[in-house]
């Protein structure tokens, strides 16, 4: 059997997993990925697609079967256990916070495992999700190289003033720093831009990352310079259930009408965003021909405000020259990128109708000053090319 590198998502309602196999060198092919959804839920469920999108499994589980992550990892592992009869390469770990520190992909160890440990007060929602099968590979099977890639180790590039809250120093000390997040995302397409669009990645970029989560990178050479979120995952752009940028006095408010943190943290994470704004749907697909005037503010609410934290990134790269979509809403959802442009013409930004209905790869029109682009993102391959970078050597910064 050929050697595989295994590449694992774990987060709190599903657990994703690709395996891509390689040569331990410069191969790199992706064989089959798969997740378990609905964890916690009534009805989870198991799914396997191969390399053509055909199904190898699609089952649905009893609540007990997915009741937790463990459970789920177990479903996962025994299923693996009967495709893969080699231990693979290595894993290489989706983990969303890498905190002060790292600013690249790392090979985990004991103390690495400490470290990212110590960060799970930082992102309390994602962390501790991510470490688990870290934990698991790390107890059962301390032979498997394990390679963790960050969220947040792109935007590390970005300058001090972009860095910062206006707090005092302590809280910087502490940790309290405007992250950013998706970097996994924003690395695959500043790589496949290098590849494909040389002479753009070189320039001024915006890339906007819309998918169930949305966030938009300004970068310059492909390196974070700015980036719309912030210390969590919930600022900046609005998305589907989050709010996006908020004064921090409503926090405020709420706290002073009684509301515990949980209740907080439950509004502003799960209902809010596009269902909070409509009272219909999440999901944009719900919202793009709905005629109720509900669905119609979301929508206006969403790409105006996407528009706009577009425009706020500009100071940090002093113009824009190309901007980028990408992710779930970003590559599909024609309707909301011409909205975005739209709000965008008073810069030079003018796309074709027919190339953006047909999600072609550059839909600007001649014209137009800035290049618009549709780049499908990759964060598994960026994993599996950081996890194989760093098996090949160590000491490599990926
Ligand atoms: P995540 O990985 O953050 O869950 P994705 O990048 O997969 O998110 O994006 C999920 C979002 O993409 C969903 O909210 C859905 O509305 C949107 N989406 C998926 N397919 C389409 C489509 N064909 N047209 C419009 N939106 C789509």
């Not at 839920?41 to 390399?51: A, C, H, I």
């Not at 700015?226 to 709010?243: H, I, K, Q, V, Y």
């Not at 072609?360 to 618009?372: D, N, R, Y």
Request: include cysteine; hydrophobic fraction near 40%.
């Amino acid at each position: 059997m050929q050697d595989t590198i295994l590449v694992m998502n774990a987060g709190s309602s599903s657990l994703k997993f690709h395996v891509y196999e390689t040569d331990g060198m410069n191969t790199l092919e992706f064989s089959f990925g798969g997740q378990v959804s609905g964890i916690g839920g009534r009805q989870p469920s198991f799914k396997v697609k191969d390399r053509h999108q055909k199904v190898l499994v699609e089952q649905a589980l009893l609540p007990e079967q997915a009741q937790n992550l463990q459970l789920s990892q177990r479903v996962v592992g025994d299923w693996l256990g009967t495709v893969i009869t080699k231990e693979p390469l290595a894993v290489g770990h989706r983990i969303v916070h890498g905190g002060p520190d790292y600013d690249h992909s790392v090979m985990v160890d004991d103390e690495v495992l400490k470290k990212l440990d110590a960060l799970v007060s930082l992102a309390p929602l994602h962390q501790r999700n991510n470490l688990e099968p870290v934990h698991v590979i790390f107890e059962n099977w301390p032979h498997i190289r394990q390679v963790a890639c960050f969220d947040t180790a792109f935007h590390r590039s970005k300058p001090e003033v972009a860095d910062r809250f206006a707090l005092p120093q302590f809280y910087y000390k502490e940790g309290i720093r405007r992250y950013g997040f998706h970097g996994l995302s924003y690395d695959y397409i500043a790589g496949k831009m290098r590849q494909d669009y040389p002479d753009v990645v070189a320039g001024r970029v915006v890339v906007a990352h819309l998918g169930s989560g949305a966030s938009a990178c300004a970068m310059v050479d492909g390196r974070s310079q700015e980036s719309t979120m912030g210390f969590t995952a919930l600022d900046g752009l609005p998305m589907s259930t989050r709010c996006g940028q908020m004064d921090a006095g409503v926090v405020l408010w709420m706290l002073e009408q009684g509301m515990t943190h949980d209740e907080i943290q439950h509004l502003l994470y799960k209902e809010s965003g596009l269902k909070g704004l409509s009272g219909i749907s999440s999901d944009i697909r719900d919202l793009q021909d709905n005629p109720d005037p509900r669905a119609r503010l979301a929508l206006s609410y969403f790409t105006y405000h996407i528009a706009k934290g577009i425009t706020g990134l500009l100071t940090a790269i002093q113009g824009l020259d190309a901007l980028v979509f990408t992710a779930g809403i970003g590559e599909n959802s024609a309707l909301v990128r011409r909205d975005v442009c739209q709000h965008l013409a008073w810069l030079g930004v003018s796309i074709d109708p027919v190339l953006n209905e047909s999600n072609q790869a550059c839909i600007s029109t001649p014209e137009s000053k800035i290049g618009v682009y549709i780049i499908p993102t990759n964060e598994e391959r960026v994993i599996a090319q950081q996890t194989l970078a760093l098996i090949r050597d160590p000491y490599c910064v990926t």
